[in-house]
């Protein structure tokens, strides 16, 4: 069986309309950035963050109300808690989360406790009878100040770190020009994704960060794999010029684009559809990360490449180049 | 095999490494030396609890501030091995930071206190009656004199001003501005519940402890369980440390007979303590001097119980009582045993796991993860037929590859652990796919079955390093940069990329050679 066999589709001739679409989606996702900020996660802005679930074991008491616990935790001290239910309704499970950043109240070491005591106090029937540590807690996190600030400093510079380093291996490997041109696709698809998430609302946690280094490092995989082929064919094709080259590259690892590119899919997507909540965002993102990372290896990596060497007169050079390494 | 070969040899080792390390998921009854090596899974699966610690050691100079955090961890993992939990972890971070983890804890709340408390015991004699009013006078007068100081308690004053009435403008609201949030009860004072929180932070603040008279201290006592919303006793203390935790031997707790006639021990248990022969000389003179007056046992601060010295007690036994569960005594008597931290600490941050949710996220976790492997294996068989099946071969090898490794290095299986195998499961095809379109395209210029195995498996060699390289490189940063379960995941994609490269590049291609393009054979199943 085989796909898209000795396919000749001419991709780098549409480039120009992928740059317009790219842009839009850069643009797009940089106002969401600027305009909604990106909602870092309690790992980040420290607070507390605490999963309770409040279904009393006698079934004649009325459920908890969100709003009732909204104005509990608002009359306690808390009224920045953001109160979500988690879950349907009827499972009365909320998640409470208090962001030291937005809360007028001091978030401390003793928060957590404050906010269970608020609400067994004022919920009795509700936790009477079950293990307030086994049945009531699902999750709690609590994450001081320097630590939250500490570890948003941590990530950002991972993400750099590892695109710097990876520039320098491409540079080793193939060309300045393609190194610098993989990064750009690169942050390309991080600046798209990280700006659906900004648009969509979604938490930035770490894991999404964790999800973010692996799309990077997915994206990387197809580019090189791409500009692999070009090196060689490059030096076979010594007499054609830059462009058809690298679209006869592109055409001739597409089969293998579209399997391994379907096959993370799939195994993203079963993560996003059966994985749980918790691991719901981390799959989607990492869905969205393979699509535009096979899209930004051939229209980004691949295209920009070809106009760069152009517009600085150094096509000839960076083809004889890059036909000397191995 | 006809002869030996390097990659015969690997892949024996390979298969034999990852069969010793799985084994004991899957067989029960192995020797303790083999069953130990057990995969271990991250809190975020068993449910549990992490501590982030951060030891204080501005107070100790710097030699002393190396050695704290170390003596530190000692203790706490003392505390933690007499608490029982199974499997716990305890690491230094940086500098001054511990991390705790406590797989299985169901009790947060006493697990914390365990931890955190520096429990530095100490026994002070308890001001007598007329001792401790002339304190409260001095301070009283004390703050008069600086209540700018104190913005609370002016405000109180203010506030006191106004109940009483324009007409009694004459009434001195702010000389007794610090002894109207106490009152005098049958044996001491009390605070009365409402203002326990402004006492406290009274108590803490340097400013206040400066407004008592030198050589005496203040101390609330310990809240009490049954009733919580009950006035606390506050004691004035002479500032003398009689005994100090150095001075006990053991602690150990004991139940009080139901019938005796003490009210504090009857039927409950409290913590007996035995002293040093140096603690016990001590504790007799300090009972010898102050028969009639109490002694209060104080830990981190507050007042446990402070009993009335009858006589001269010698032998070095003391009780400390004060309406405690079983489990406190059992946590009072573990940190008497331990010692008392060399500096103090607190958590930076905390995470607490439901055993529930950590249940519910490993299967819907491993659903994912085999509906996926399922998917990816039944297109590769029919993709890639015969070379299909040996790559879905390869791949559940790498998935127990990964699996074997992780145990042997003593790694945890966290949940984006998982989302990391299953993401390999995806990407770990790639290099077959990668030397399996070459094969085909050199097949179609017409070689032959072997020459194009040798000349596919030569060219893709070289992208298939290429490309996971730079993916080793995300993974490595992931890793320095990521902690706890960002680690797992770091780790296990690097193990799965590594396991992928080896399957791809020697297992497969070994089993290509060696079984399917023997020969002359002239047709290949690709």
């Known amino acids: 069986m085989r796909l898209l066999n000795n396919t000749n589709i001419p991709f780098v001739n549409y480039r120009k309309i992928a740059y317009m679409i790219s842009l839009i989606l850069i643009v797009a996702g940089l106002i969401g950035l600027f305009v909604r900020g990106l909602n870092w996660s309690i790992d980040f802005t420290s607070g507390v963050a605490a999963k309770v679930n409040l279904s009393p074991l006698d079934s004649s008491v009325e459920p908890v109300q969100i709003d009732e616990l909204r104005n509990v935790l608002k009359n306690n001290g808390y009224p920045e808690a953001e109160i979500q239910h988690v879950g349907p309704i009827q499972d009365a499970s909320f998640m409470i989360k208090v962001k030291s950043e937005s809360s007028t109240a001091e978030v401390s070491g003793e928060t957590k406790n404050e906010i269970l005591g608020i609400i067994i106090e004022n919920f009795p029937k509700h936790v009477e009878g079950r293990d307030i540590n086994k049945d009531v807690i699902e999750e709690i996190y609590e994450v001081g100040p320097k630590v939250g600030s500490e570890l948003r400093t941590n990530a950002i510079l991972a993400v750099v770190i590892a695109l710097i380093l990876m520039i320098i291996y491409i540079w080793f490997r193939f060309e300045l020009i393609f190194g610098l041109m993989a990064i750009v696709a690169l942050a390309h698809d991080v600046i798209i994704i990280v700006g659906i998430f900004a648009l969509t609302g979604k938490e930035i946690t770490i894991q999404i960060i964790a999800a973010l280094l692996t799309i990077v490092g997915y994206s990387i995989n197809d580019t090189i794999v791409i500009f692999d082929r070009i090196r060689e064919d490059l030096k076979i094709r010594r007499k054609e010029p830059l462009d058809e080259v690298i679209n006869f590259s592109v055409n001739e690892t597409l089969s293998r684009t579209i399997i391994t590119s379907g096959t993370t899919f799939i195994t993203a997507l079963s993560l996003y559809l059966f994985g749980g909540t918790v691991l719901h965002d981390f799959a989607f993102a990492i869905c969205l990360g393979v699509i535009f990372g096979t899209y930004s290896s051939i229209y980004i990596a691949s295209s920009l490449v070809i106009d760069v060497t152009h517009a600085t007169k150094n096509e000839k050079k960076a083809a004889q180049k890059l036909s000397r390494r191995k | ?526």
């Not at chain 2, 070969?5 to 990852?18: A, K, P, Y």
């Open chain 2, 1 to 526: 095999m006809k002869k030996f070969s390097w990659r015969g040899l690997s892949i024996i080792i390979f298969i034999c490494v990852t069969l010793f390390y799985l084994a004991p998921l899957a067989i029960p009854n192995l020797p303790r030396w083999w069953s130990s090596h057990v995969l271990k899974l991250g809190l975020d699966i068993k449910g549990g609890m992490q501590i982030l610690l951060e030891v204080d050691t501005s107070e100790l100079s710097t030699a002393d501030a190396r050695g704290a955090v170390d003596q530190n961890i000692k203790i706490i993992r003392e505390r933690i091995d007499q608490y029982g939990v199974a499997e716990p972890s305890i690491q230094k971070l940086g500098e001054n930071r511990i991390m705790v983890q406590l797989p299985g804890v169901s009790d947060y709340q006493a697990a914390e206190n365990l931890i955190k408390q520096t429990a530095m015991l100490e026994f002070k004699v308890v001001a007598t009656q007329e001792e401790a009013q002339r304190v409260i006078d001095t301070i009283d007068a004390n703050i008069k004199a600086n209540l700018d100081k104190f913005p609370a308690l002016k405000e109180l004053a203010d506030k006191d001003r106004e109940i009483i009435g324009a007409d009694s403008s004459g009434v001195d609201t702010e000389s007794s501005v610090f002894s109207s949030l106490i009152r005098p009860s049958q044996d001491g004072f009390v605070v009365q519940y409402d203002t326990i929180r402004l006492v406290q932070d009274l108590l803490a603040n340097p400013e206040f402890m400066q407004m008592v008279p030198a050589g005496w201290e203040l101390a609330l006592e310990r809240i009490n369980a049954e009733n919580p919303r009950s006035d606390r006793p506050i004691h004035v203390l002479s500032s003398a440390v009689e005994l100090s935790g150095a001075d006990i031997a053991r602690a150990r707790v004991e139940y009080g007979s139901a019938t005796s006639t003490d009210p504090r021990i009857a039927n409950k248990p409290y913590v007996s303590i035995e002293m040093k022969r140096e603690g016990a000389r001590k504790f007799e003179r300090v009972t010898a001097d102050n028969v009639g007056k109490r002694l209060a046992i104080v830990l981190d601060g507050v007042v446990y119980s402070a009993p009335n010295i009858q006589e001269r007690i010698g032998g070095g036994r003391a009780q400390i009582t004060g309406r405690f569960t079983t489990s406190e005594a059992n946590e009072l008597a573990i940190v008497l045993n331990t010692g008392s931290l060399i500096a103090p600490i607190k958590p930076v941050s905390t995470s607490i796991i439901g055993a529930t949710l950590g249940s519910d996220s490993i299967r819907s976790g491993s659903t994912a993860g085999l509906i996926g492997l399922a998917v990816v294996m039944v297109f590769m068989l029919i993709y890639y037929k015969l070379s299909g099946l040996i790559t879905d071969l390869a791949l559940i090898f790498n998935v127990g590859f990964i699996l074997a490794m992780l145990t042997a290095f003593g790694g945890t299986l966290t949940l984006p652990g998982i989302a990391g195998i299953i993401l390999t499961i995806g990407m770990a095809v790639d290099a077959n796919v990668l030397v399996f379109e070459r094969i085909r395209e050199e097949l179609d210029h017409g070689k032959t079955p072997r020459s194009a195995v040798d000349a596919g498996y030569k060219r893709a060699t070289i992208t298939v390093w290429d490309a996971n390289i730079t993916t080793l490189i995300a993974a490595a940063v992931l890793y320095q940069f990521g902690t706890g379960p960002i680690r797992g995941f770091a780790i296990t994609l690097t193990i799965g990329i590594i396991g992928s490269m080896f399957c791809a590049l020697v297992f497969v291609r070994s089993i290509f050679e060696n079984y399917i393009v023997t020969g002359t054979k002239k047709t290949l199943s690709i």
